[in-house]
């Protein structure tokens, strides 16, 4: 049979994928791009999608000749043994830091938006169980939840959008370049760790059932990603326009505060739990991604058990800055900003390295 | 670390042993005998196995051979005998025999007589209903069979009832099982092979499958675990059920249990596995995935369009009965915006009088009426519409008008219980149920935030479950190649794969032909 033991299917791998990506929207992420590139931030947006393609096909053709390596294996064999630590080091970091950072963005969402007399360690400690409960079950789980949830959620996101559409007046999106090329080019070079995602992913190559459904499925939900994000990113702009959105920190979930459907005024709770879901997913899958990094490199085999005390380190660290509404935006462009170079560097590198070990012409010599 | 703690954990739950005399190996060591030459010795022995005569329905009859006028001595159990047969088949021609060489096979006018030669053998067949002769002068004694145990006959199933389609049901004698289940398939390769699985009481299990359609890993697998069950005594297959699935603490079963033969028959043909045993009235199928406990038969019997909608209505009364109290209390305590203003207003003046929060009130009213389900259950039968009557209307009413609780709480709560009578599986009722309360909790305590996050974890579990093996919500995910029978189904026409997770051997159910 196709499906093996511990292995995921594309359709599973692409839910991933979508699931991840996908809820950037609702996020703060639209926010740091309307800052800079303001009402054309979806050309930003286009762009950045255009400049990760390059990593990402160099990444795809690394491990088009390491099948059976995770990334953290790749770079110690690419990089050697100290090199390779130390990158996987830097990368399982930053990826750490991010997870706390996006975790407690979400948490400031959902205090300050849903639940706004109930303690913030409380939502953090609910969704961290709940996300560490995902990640203990594994990658399997995580995936096949994932595609069991993909069409309802996806369903009300664009159920969302449209009514946002109908509401929303197009004349807003001119002037088309906004605030000129050249702030849509920095934007585009700053924010294009918003794709930093698919570099991570790479520590799940390996489980995804055969490579051919792991690079078709990476393009086609990167293709599918793309326009979903700057479809959302045109609405949000037609809906607030550029002046007020730029002050919105949370515009998916202003744009549902807005909504009312027939004689239903309020319907931001009826989205609020698919929203959700999709939340538990994205970090359950985030959770195991750092898990399983941290176990490669420290070389623990039973990495799951790890999973309570990442999930106790996270929740001291995603409580610590206070007054979240100010600081959180600020780290996130912070990391953003780090992981936007190395994202669009390392898998060059990679390739670069593959080339001079001669690893592609042992490949086609194998083929022949 | 957890290792360390669970070895603690476990060391400190270390068994305190047993005081106990080993009745079982005496009991056995009394059989390990040889059948001597001199009958009286045999009668002897065979009275004392058995305690003759104080166990009353053993009974012993000792003639002579017409002819030879040898002595014969006839022994049985009277109880699950069918004393007739050994009267006309066995005792009438002994009697009555003419030719003093005559042995005792041309003596004996039954469907077959065995040739036994220990003790073992004699005391298993008279176990099992069978007469047992000794002869004098002969090593060896002869079985034949004339079984006849009392049973329930065929009757309707009484509760996975159907509209359309066959009404009859499993009864406790496994011969009439089987015999239900060989009238719809014809077919030699239809196997039922029998494995002993108690030790004292000697329970048989019937294992049932298709040779040339189920798994050889999977037949094995389930064989090796009945042959491996160390027990005195497994009654019947609701007990079995419970020693053989792989999470007794799950809350989701992993082994359908149904008391149709056309649905036990279904799956076999699917390539599943079936158990049947006697003394119930039922089957059990393995593996079960989420789907089946879902499914009832009336869904292919119907129509496709009416079958469908059926599982549609199934599908909402599930959501309902899972989620409407829970909702309830969400929207009215923290999400209260939700409501269009005029209903807002409606439920609060309707709460005026009404001293509880509304999740004491949904609990109160929730436990009523799981208290009035398992009443009415247990009440004599004459008795059962009146408490029904009683339980539901005036506690309901006389609630409402003593201000304890609110009428739109009665709404709710009368919906979530009559939705989950919907699901006609037992287990998955239960289920259903229990969930049913953690989800009330949940929103008692965190609101839809609660209840999402109950439901994802819900998710990861459900797809981290397998039953023998089987993903339990294959092939929804992970995804295999099968009929794609899940939530609804298709056009019957179109059903022509097996289902891929049992990896059958043979994938097609139809020819292409017959699908054009």
Redesign the interface.
Known sequence: MKQNEGKIGIRDYMAIILLTLGSKVSDDTPTLLYKTAKNSAWISMLGIALLSLIPILFLLKVFSVHRNKNLHEINLHLFGKVMGNLISMGVLLLGFSSFVLDTSVYVDIIGSMYFTRTPTLALYILMLVVCGYGAKRGIESIGSAAWLTLFYLKATLFLALIFAFTKGNLKFIFPLWGPGTLEIAKTTGSKLSIFADFYFLGIIAPLVSSFKEFRKGTLWAFAIVVVEITAALIIFVILFDFTSIEVISYPFHETILYLSIGFLSNVESMFLPFWLVAAFIRFSFYLYLVVTLFGGIFKIKEFEYLVPVFIVIVLFLGIMPKNLTYTLPYLREMILGILSPLFFILPILMWGMAKLRGDFKREAEQSH | ??KVLKKLAGKKRNKRPVGSEDTLASQASTKDQSISYQIEDNIKQVKKIFHYPDNKDIKLRECKIGASEKRVAIFFISTITDVRTIEDSAIGPILKNKHPDATIKEMIATQNITHLSTMRDVVQNMNTGNAVIFIEGETSAYAFECANFQGRSVEKAENEVVIKGPKEAFTEKVVVNLSLIRKRIKNEDLMAETVTISTRSKNEVFILYIRNLANEKLVDNIKNRLKNLDVDAIQNLSLLEQYIEERPFSMFPSVLYSERPDRATSFLEDGHIILLMDNSPDSLILPATFWSFFHTSDDHYLRFIFGNFARFIRAGAMFITIFISAIFIA?TT??S??I??DLLLAIAGSREKVPFPVFFEILLMEIAFELIREAGLRVPNPMGPTIGIVGALILGQAAVEANIISPIVIIVVALSGLTSFTISDVSLNFALRIIRFIFIFSAGL????????F???G???L??LKSFGV?F?AP??????ASGDTIFRRVLKNENLRP??L?PKDMKKKSDEAVK
Not at chain 2, 476 to 481: I, R
């Open positions: 670390m957890f929207v923290y999400h915006e939700m269009p203003a965190f609101g839809i935030f609660g209840m999402t996050s439901f994802v974890m998710i990861f579990y797809t981290s993903p919500l929804m995910s992970p995804h295999y190649v891929g997770y990896k």
